[in-house]
T-cell receptor
Framework: EAGVTQFPSHSVIEKGQTVTLRCDPI?????LYWYRRVMGKEIKFLLHFVKESKQDESGMPNNRFLAERTGGTYSTLKVQPAELEDSGVYFCASSPTGTGAWGEQFFGPGTRLTVL | AQSVSQHNHHVILSEAASLELGCNYS??????LFWYVQYPGQHLQLLLK??????LVKGIKGFEAEFIKSKFSFNLRKPSVQWSDTAEYFCAFAGSGTYKYIFGTGTRLKVLA
């Protein structure tokens, strides 16, 4: 079974540019999550999809961040325009339906975003 | 505020030494607790989890953790570490009925051969 995949693995952009990160969850997992880790700090929750619906987006920093999950499969996270403080590692995770909050979340390798 | 405190940011041990990594959480309700590990160049993966029942939880690779409710703690232990345990370890919780994980800042463990 393939794990969670993320693309790209690294992205270096200039302040003010736009970047789109992609996450492909494990096949059949309805729950998809985005997290971010700013260097040296904790991994912070950004949002949670159930299929194509946003279940919880309480962690999204501001309206420069837009997450979508068309068709309930892969998800994209767009940052527009990017600011210096957006630099960090963006993790995606997924979990199966019906496991509830006690279910294991399976993490992808992360995308390292550097904003110059 | 909901938070996790991991007291040790960097730990260096020799092989065969015993390990205990501290984790305390702040939350006003029932929690599900997790320890994740990230080996160099690899994904975060689950070491162990606690939801209910026996507060002493055993995980993969000889790790265990004990939930002490009165102390809001979930410390990770291993009696004898190996060089291959070199990794970053993250403690996390999810409030009962919620899906979002609250992570600590992580502890980098280096085991010297």
């Amino acid at each position: 079974e393939a794990g969670v995949t993320q693309f790209p693995s690294h992205s270096v952009i200039e302040k003010g540019q736009t970047v789109t990160l992609r996450c492909d969850p494990i096949s059949g997992h309805d729950n998809l999550y985005w997290y971010r880790r700013v260097m040296g700090k904790e991994i912070k929750f950004l949002l949670h999809f159930v299929k194509e619906s946003k279940q919880d987006e309480s962690g999204m920093p501001n309206n420069r961040f837009l997450a979508e999950r068309t068709g309930g499969t892969y998800s994209t996270l767009k940052v527009q325009p990017a600011e210096l403080e957006d630099s960090g590692v963006y993790f995606c995770a997924s979990s199966p339906t019906g496991t509830g909050a006690w279910g294991e979340q399976f993490f992808g390798p992360g995308t390292r975003l550097t904003v110059l | 505020a909901q938070s996790v405190s991991q007291h040790n940011h960097h730990v260096i041990l020799s092989e065969a030494a015993s390990l205990e990594l501290g984790c305390n959480y702040s939350y006003g309700g029932t929690v599900n607790l997790f320890w994740y590990v990230q080996y160099p160049g690899q994904h975060l993966q689950l070491l162990l989890k606690y939801f209910s029942g026996d507060p002493l939880v055993k995980g993969i690779k000889g790790f265990e953790a004990e939930f002490i409710k009165s102390k809001f703690s979930f410390n990770l232990r291993k009696p004898s570490v190996q060089w291959s345990d070199t990794a970053e370890y993250f403690c996390a919780f999810a409030g009962s009925g919620t899906y979002k994980y609250i992570f600590g800042t992580g502890t980098r463990l280096k085991v010297l051969a």
